[in-house]
């Protein structure tokens, strides 16, 4: 089952920090957190494993909250490059090392 | 991080025509590739999992026999639409397996096939 992100989409102004939420209702073995240009690959940015950890990417961050299984993106003092489209993947423990990713989030940066 | 190529970025075919798309670990060597297929503005569906050496695992209602898949070495693996018609249009992700024990995949930069 697919995991949810919200919001769908963000429109921020240079220097504004965002939080983009992946929720999902399957026992999370670990998040990961990818970014996506149009037409481009999604980028790695960081992965979370069980147990609730707090992972920082510049000025990118992230939490993972196992009871929830509920994982928060931070930007923050946003710049123009971070704009794009975020996605969530996510593994349990039955899904043999597939990650099922969530609908995105569109972040839009303005100068 | 790690670098995966694939190639071609884009083709254009007809009706009826084979495609064969091929994706790279360049520095180093993925015992698991992944295919996804990409919708426009949808998110990531993968479409299977392709082992080194064995037979690739394929997702609940996606053909193997449409797409047929080929990971003969460590570091290369092959999807092949085969008899393409334009439904099958749209954007081909693969992504290779970095890490076993953290399951970090990265990414190629995609294929988009467009069928006449």
């Known amino acids: 089952q697919q995991p949810v992100q919200s919001p769908q989409a963000v429109i921020l102004r240079e220097g504004e920090d965002a939080v983009i939420n992946c929720s999902s209702s399957k026992a999370l073995y670990s998040v990961h957190w990818y970014r996506q240009k149009h037409g481009e690959a999604p980028v790695f940015l960081m992965i979370l494993l069980k147990g609730g950890e707090q992972k920082g990417h510049e000025k990118i961050s992230a939490s993972f909250n196992e009871k929830k299984q509920q994982s928060s993106l931070y930007l923050t003092a946003s710049q123009l490059s971070y704009s794009g489209t975020y996605f969530c993947?996510?593994?349990?423990?039955?899904?043999?090392?597939?990650?099922?990713f969530g609908q995105g989030t569109i972040l839009t940066v303005h100068p | 991080g790690a670098v995966v190529s694939q190639h071609p970025s884009r083709v254009i075919c007809k009706s009826g025509t084979s495609v064969k798309i091929e994706c790279r670990s360049l520095?180093?060597?993925?015992?698991?590739m992944f295919w996804y297929r990409q919708f426009p503005k949808q998110s990531l569906m993968l479409m299977a999992t392709?082992?080194?050496?064995?037979?690739?695992?394929?997702e609940q209602g996606v053909e193997k026999d449409k797409f047929l898949i080929n990971h003969a070495s460590l570091t290369l693996s092959t999807l092949t639409v085969t008899s393409a018609h334009p439904e099958d249009s749209s954007f081909y992700i693969c992504?290779?397996?970095?890490?076993?024990?953290?399951?970090?995949?990265?990414f190629g930069a995609g294929t988009r096939l467009s069928v006449l």
């Open positions: 992504s290779g397996r970095y890490s076993l024990a953290k399951n970090i995949q990265y």
């Open positions: 392709s082992n080194e050496g064995s037979k690739a695992t394929y």
């Open positions: 993947g996510t593994r349990d423990s039955a899904s043999y090392g597939k990650l099922t």
């Open positions: 520095d180093f060597q993925a015992t698991t």
